[in-house]
C-alpha cells in the first residue's frame, strides 16, 4: 500500500507546477495549490487500501472534486464501484475515470486539477 510520503514526492516533483505546498496533517495531507484551492488526501489506516482524493475550488463557483473508493452502499450501481467520483458536486456521481490502482489515480486526479485550473486560470 502506497504511503503518503509516496504521494507527497509526485505532487511535488511532477505536479510541481501547481503545487505550492504539502502538508502533512494528523490524518491526512494537504496540498495547497497555485490558485489557493487545497487537496485533502486521505490513506485509511483501518481500511487499508481505501483511499479519499478531495479538491476544493474555493475561488471558482464552489465546486468539489473528490474521487475515492470508500464503499457506499447508495452507490452499487456505479460500473467502477467502489470506485467512484463526485463531479463538481456530493450529488454528482460517476464512474471512476481515473485508473483504479492508487498511484496512478492520484495522478490520473491531478491531471485533472491540472487541466481544471487552466481552463478557470488561462495564462
Known sequence: MPKTDDLKKIAK???GDIVKSVH???YKMRIILIDNSIIDVHLSDSLPGKFGFHWECMKSDGAFYRYDNFPDQALRSISTYPYHFHNGAKQ????SPFPLDIIDGFRGFLEFVKQKISD????
Open 13 to 15: 516533483i511532477e505536479f
Open 24 to 26: 502533512n496533517l494528523e
Open 92 to 95: 454528482d456521481v460517476v464512474a
Open 120 to 123: 478557470i486560470n488561462p495564462r
